[in-house]
């Protein structure tokens, strides 16, 4: 079991509670970054509100996932001086299907 984070906008909350999955949306990257530490996503969603960040972030979601049926290690690169996993727009379905359970906070 690994746990990630991620900050999201009111909007990407709404798409994964009204699916119950991450995915690419429009006008976005063509993957989704989650964080290997609280740490990490609090310093990043810092840095978006003093960039005016739009739409800004609102929730952190803390994703528990089975890591032994998603290669997590060879996805690990660097997000501003964080470890991040990086899971491309193809791989997303899988990793949903390894996705245990999502918590969300207010940020």
């Known amino acids: 079991m690994i746990t990630l984070f ?3 906008s009111q909007p990407e909350k709404e798409d994964y509670d009204a699916l119950l999955a991450f995915r690419t949306g429009r006008n976005t990257l063509e993957a989704k970054q989650f964080f290997k530490t609280r740490a990490a996503v609090t310093s990043f969603a810092g840095d ?3 960039q005016n960040y739009d739409p800004p972030y609102t929730h952190l979601m803390i994703v528990t ?3 032994d049926q998603f290669d997590i ?3 690990t690169r660097k997000l501003d001086g964080y470890d991040a996993v990086h899971i491309e727009e193809d791989d997303l379905p899988a990793f949903n299907n390894c996705v245990i359970f999502v918590k969300q906070e207010v940020l």
């Open 73 to 75: 290690i060879q996805r």
């Open 65 to 67: 996932a089975d890591d």
């Open 48 to 50: 978006a509100v003093e």
């Open 6 to 8: 991620r900050a999201v």
